[in-house]
């Protein structure tokens, strides 16, 4: 398994953490419901990328629901002393699988107990809270009301810092006025940049940045020349674009989630990766298409 020391470190909350993580969602069923098909791999996964460096974990107890978090509480008994554990609240699943709102001041507290009881721990290290005014974009809305009760919350020492995700640079700004939000979750890759203002903001203040789907999610991402330049230097399309967004801001940590050992190596070679400026220009045109 390949080093991730070059990917380097950034803070997250009180904790320095290495920017490349692991995003669990991938250990539940499809479609991020129901069990896996091989719990077995998705525990030896977990234990690959631990035992590579990674002290990052980026889960949610609605993933699954409650699939993901017991299998990292199954995998890593105890939990490292440095690994970081970020989760996210604000929303629940439908028997049906779908994707619903939860944001309300007593769903928000029980799903601090659900992941706190599913991770086996007391305290969880970050908690995002994850706003549904639209399920597709970041919308305005209020953030007042959910953050305010992930303070108390954190009043409580329940939770040791507080994120938000799927959320505007207005409502960031919202949110700062209420707790120290120690890291925004929006969605970013090379394609889809419409955050590149906000990542440079949030780096000029020292806030992680984290960018979910940063492979392009359920629909992985396809451009004639990210091919063409990952054929060229000899890496995956996936990689090169995991290794761009390493190179894109220091604040960024990236989470790409796979339940596959032989992915994971894939994912965490990218911090061998160098990338020059003529390559970065090049690839910097596919999001400006």
Request: glycine share 8%.
């Amino acid at each position: 398994m390949p080093s991730i020391d070059k990917s380097g470190t950034f803070r997250l909350g009180d904790r320095s953490v290495k920017r490349l993580g692991y995003g669990a969602m991938q250990l539940a069923g499809p479609g991020v419901f129901g069990p896996p098909k091989d719990r077995a791999q998705a525990v030896a996964v977990l234990r690959a990328a631990i035992a590579a460096g990674v002290d990052h974990i980026d889960t949610s107890d609605f993933y699954g629901p409650h699939v993901t978090n017991q299998i990292i509480r199954e995998a890593l008994p105890p939990s490292p002393a440095d690994l970081t554990i970020v989760t996210k609240v604000g929303a629940k699943r439908g028997s049906d699988g779908s994707w619903l709102k939860a944001d309300t001041p007593d769903e928000l507290r029980s799903a601090i107990h659900d992941n706190l009881r599913n991770l086996g721990r007391d305290v969880i290290d970050v908690v995002n809270m994850r706003f549904m005014f639209d399920v597709h974009h970041p919308a305005e809305g209020p953030v007042e009301p959910q953050v305010e009760a992930l303070a108390e919350l954190q009043r409580q020492g329940l939770i040791r810092h507080i994120g938000v995700s799927h959320v505007t640079p207005a409502q960031v700004k919202a949110a700062q006025r209420i707790v120290d939000v120690v890291c925004v979750q929006n969605l970013y890759n090379l394609v889809h940049r419409d955050d590149d203002a906000l990542i440079d903001e949030l780096a000029a203040q020292g806030i992680a940045y984290v960018p979910f789907f940063p492979l392009g999610g359920f629909s992985p991402l396809q451009s004639d020349t990210l091919s063409a330049v990952a054929q060229r230097l000899g890496y995956t399309p996936m990689q090169l674009a995991l290794a761009w967004l390493l190179k894109r801001s220091p604040n960024i940590l990236l989470i790409p989630g796979t339940s596959s050992v032989a992915h994971l190596e894939q994912n965490l070679a990218v911090a061998d990766i160098e990338l020059d400026s003529a390559t970065l220009k090049e690839l910097d045109t596919i999001g400006q298409a």
